[in-house]
């Protein structure tokens, strides 16, 4: 017959055991560092967090995600690199940078290449870039999703665009890119490279006739207060790329892989609805603002920009995965 003292030393003993496998479980936790440059509020970021969350609890606790904003390990390339050489596991880069390694990424990054976000969010879900995404993996870094980035649009200063024909002899902002300059001569402006530090400016005195970003930089920036009109153009869908690294990958037991692979995938679909759940709040503050939406049919754009998506597409294989991402709209 068991004491009172018996059973409560029993009582703590087990206390303790469970309080020791809990701790066990902690150490042998080994950590995933993930390098982000946005802020701990992006869609992109609370995507990742989702995915740790689901990574640890369907492996027992065998990982735990620590992600890292605001450029706290350094910048795009920089974190691309550390997950190369494995000093970070994980990064959320642009696909840019992978073009450096494998140029077929450039057709995932094409203006015109996708219809609008639910044709992208296809393309990222459907399996087709698996075979794009798995040949980093000799560069010392594995694809294992992409993440949309938005849709750059058109907005303006004196009035919308609706046509090719609107974009005549306006001067429209772009990022310093070759492409885009190309790009903006087929929609029918001129892009003029510059600063995103000066937009504001440059419109307000009149150098600009507006810009093109997406939605969410647009109210953050306060650009409506100087180009009141948007244009939903959506000529750019630049993805934004999950990346591993392919030794840390290959650590995992092939179950593990397997279920960070899954979850990476569904974690696309959370993120393509944060998104756009941000940009509706985006375009709330923006037209209490003033600023006013338009859609734009946009076929007549992709007709002008085609010869730039052809000059564009070089390789059997970017021609290939061109095919396979239009077959899709």
Same mark, same amino acid.
């Given at each position: 017959?068991?004491?009172?003292?018996?059973?409560?030393?029993?009582?703590?003993?087990?206390?303790?055991?469970?309080?020791?496998?809990?701790?066990?479980?902690?150490?042998?936790?080994?950590?995933?560092?993930?390098?982000?440059?946005?802020?701990?509020?992006?869609?992109?970021?609370?995507?990742?967090?989702?995915?740790?969350?689901?990574?640890?609890?369907?492996?027992?606790?065998?990982?735990?995600?620590?992600?890292? #904003?605001?450029?706290?390990?350094?910048?795009?390339?920089?974190?691309?690199?550390?997950?190369?050489?494995? &000093?970070?596991?994980?990064?959320?880069?642009?696909?840019?940078?992978?073009?450096?390694?494998?140029?077929?990424?450039?057709?995932?990054?094409?203006?015109?290449?996708?219809?609008?976000?639910?044709?992208?969010?296809?393309?990222?879900?459907?399996?087709?870039?698996?075979?794009?995404?798995?040949?980093?993996?000799?560069?010392?870094?594995?694809?294992?999703?992409?993440?949309?980035?938005? &849709?750059?649009?058109?907005?303006?200063?004196?009035?919308?665009?609706?046509?090719?024909?609107?974009?005549?002899?306006?001067?429209?902002?772009?990022?310093?890119?070759?492409?885009?300059?190309?790009?903006?001569?087929?929609?029918?402006?001129?892009?003029? #490279?510059?600063?995103?530090?000066?937009?504001?400016?440059?419109?307000?005195?009149?150098?600009?006739?507006?810009?093109?970003?997406?939605?969410?930089?647009?109210?953050?920036?306060?650009?409506?207060?100087? &180009?009141?009109?948007?244009?939903?153009?959506?000529?750019?869908?630049?993805?934004?790329?999950?990346?591993?690294?392919?030794?840390?990958?290959?650590?995992?037991?092939?179950?593990?892989?397997?279920?960070?692979?899954?979850?990476?995938?569904?974690?696309?679909?959370?993120?393509?609805?944060?998104?756009?759940?941000?940009?509706?709040?985006?375009?709330?503050?923006?037209?209490?603002?003033?600023?006013?939406?338009?859609?734009?049919?946009?076929?007549?754009?992709?007709?002008?920009?085609?010869?730039?998506?052809?000059?564009?597409?070089?390789?059997?294989?970017?021609?290939?995965?061109?095919?396979?991402?239009?077959?899709?709209?």
């Amino acid at each position: 017959m068991l004491t009172k003292t018996t059973f409560k030393r029993l009582a703590l003993c087990s206390v303790l055991s469970g309080l020791l496998s809990v701790s066990s479980l902690a150490h042998a936790a080994k950590e995933i560092k993930a390098a982000f440059n946005q802020s701990d509020k992006h869609p992109q970021y609370l995507a990742l967090k989702e995915l740790g969350d689901k990574l640890a609890q369907q492996t027992g606790g065998r990982y735990q995600l620590n992600i890292f #904003p605001n450029e706290l390990l350094g910048d795009q390339r920089a974190a691309l690199e550390l997950v190369q050489n494995g &000093a970070v596991q994980m990064a959320v880069v642009a696909n840019p940078l992978a073009e450096n390694y494998d140029k077929t990424f450039t057709v995932i990054g094409l203006p015109y290449i996708y219809s609008g976000p639910a044709h992208q969010e296809k393309v990222f879900t459907s399996g087709v870039l698996d075979p794009l995404f798995a040949s980093t993996s000799r560069f010392g870094f594995t694809v294992l999703t992409a993440y949309t980035a938005g &849709a750059r649009s058109m907005y303006t200063k004196a009035g919308p665009v609706n046509t090719p024909a609107d974009m005549k002899g306006k001067k429209i902002r772009v990022m310093q890119s070759d492409t885009m300059l190309k790009m903006l001569t087929c929609m029918g402006g001129t892009g003029v #490279p510059m600063s995103q530090s000066e937009v504001y400016t440059a419109i307000q005195q009149g150098v600009l006739d507006g810009a093109e970003n997406n939605e969410i930089t647009y109210a953050d920036l306060k650009q409506y207060e100087v &180009a009141p009109y948007f244009s939903a153009t959506r000529h750019l869908m630049v993805p934004d790329l999950v990346v591993v690294s392919t030794d840390f990958l290959e650590s995992m037991s092939k179950q593990d892989q397997e279920t960070l692979r899954k979850l990476a995938k569904e974690s696309t679909l959370t993120e393509f609805r944060l998104w756009a759940e941000q940009i509706e709040q985006a375009k709330k503050v923006a037209e209490e603002k003033g600023a006013k939406f338009n859609e734009v049919n946009i076929q007549p754009f992709q007709e002008n920009c085609k010869g730039l998506q052809t000059e564009l597409v070089k390789t059997p294989e970017q021609k290939a995965l061109y095919e396979k991402v239009v077959a899709l709209q």
